[in-house]
């Protein structure tokens, strides 16, 4: 049985994005609830030399509408990332959403042989067949920034599971 490269992106960048909003929409009531600047949370880290929450969620939605784009053979939209709050990043994966339900089926016929270039500045240059890019680069990556997210809430008193990080399936 064959996976096509739409069923294999698109659907679980949905997925993930879907309970990265609930899990955010949690951390927000939680830190009202508990009178809590919701900067405690946003800016919260692992580790010192690690992107806080706030940008965290930035760069996963930043690599979900470049693997549904790229695969798709589309322009990535560019987004400023200059979110601050809950509601921006709110609207930011709502917004990332959106892009991806735009994204028919069809565009991904052939994305596994597809080429793409990155170019994560000069002169770095990364070329993949769209089979790679997806399961060995866009898809890690996607993972680790939404699992980085989830921790970072976790580790700071947020009471979410394994169920909140899955989301609906």
């Known amino acids: 049985m064959t996976v096509s490269m739409y069923s294999a992106s698109v659907p679980v960048l949905q997925q993930l994005l ?14 009202s609830e508990r009178k809590i600047d919701a900067d405690a949370y946003l ?4 580790f010192p030399d690690m992107f806080p929450l706030l940008r965290q969620v930035q760069i996963a939605c930043d690599f979900a509408k470049g ?23 709110q609207a930011l994966i709502a ?16 994305a596994a042989e597809r080429e793409i270039v990155l170019r994560a500045g000069t002169p770095k240059e990364r070329r993949f067949g769209g089979h790679d890019y997806l399961l060995r680069y866009g898809l890690p990556q996607f993972f680790f920034h939404a699992t980085t997210a989830y921790a970072i809430l976790r580790s700071n008193g947020l009471e979410i599971g394994k169920r909140d990080f899955m989301g609906q399936y």
């Open 18 to 31: 879907g309970s990265l909003a609930t899990i955010l929409a949690r951390a927000e009531a939680h830190a």
């Open 67 to 89: 693997i549904g784009a790229r695969l798709a053979d589309v322009p990535v939209p560019v987004y400023d990332d200059s979110e601050r709050s809950f509601e921006e990043l």
């Open 95 to 110: 917004k990332t959403r959106t892009f991806l339900d735009g994204l028919e089926p069809a565009l991904f016929e052939g």
């Open 43 to 46: 800016q919260a880290r692992l």
